[in-house]
């Protein structure tokens, strides 16, 4: 079976930095696209980042406009983990985040992790 595992959250005062960690097992993930998303207390689950693998070696991103200034999303070299990096931490950022993939052609259903908790406060 698929699964997704996040590490990495935790407390941190603001103006702080975090790194978060997904480690994937049970598929051949170059073959995923695979994110994080966050979900604050009383709000709806909103997207954070994606990577994809591209040609070669190379792979590629997106952001949410509210986090590419700080956040940058890491797909590492054995195509099992996906790292989130996280700087300049305000209130805002405060969420569970939940690390996703799911199939680039489409087929299957979304895999999400268990969630990691980021609570940015002073």
């Known amino acids: 079976q698929v699964q997704l595992v996040e590490s990495g959250g935790g407390l941190v005062q603001p103006g702080g930095s975090l790194k978060l960690s997904c480690a994937a097992s049970?598929?051949?993930?170059?073959?995923?696209?695979m994110g994080w998303f966050r979900q604050a207390p009383g709000k709806e689950r909103e997207f954070v980042a994606s990577t994809r693998w591209g040609g070669g070696r190379t792979y590629y991103a997106d952001y949410a406009d509210s986090v590419k200034r700080r956040f940058t999303i890491y797909r590492d070299s054995a195509e099992n983990t996906v790292l989130l990096q996280m700087i300049s931490l305000n209130p805002e950022d405060t969420a569970v985040y939940y690390c996703?993939?799911?199939?680039?052609?489409?087929?299957?259903?979304?895999?999400w992790g268990q969630g990691t908790q980021v609570t940015v406060s002073s």
């Open positions: 049970g598929g051949t993930f170059s073959t995923y696209t």
């Open positions: 996703n993939a799911h199939r680039l052609n489409g087929m299957g259903p979304d895999y």
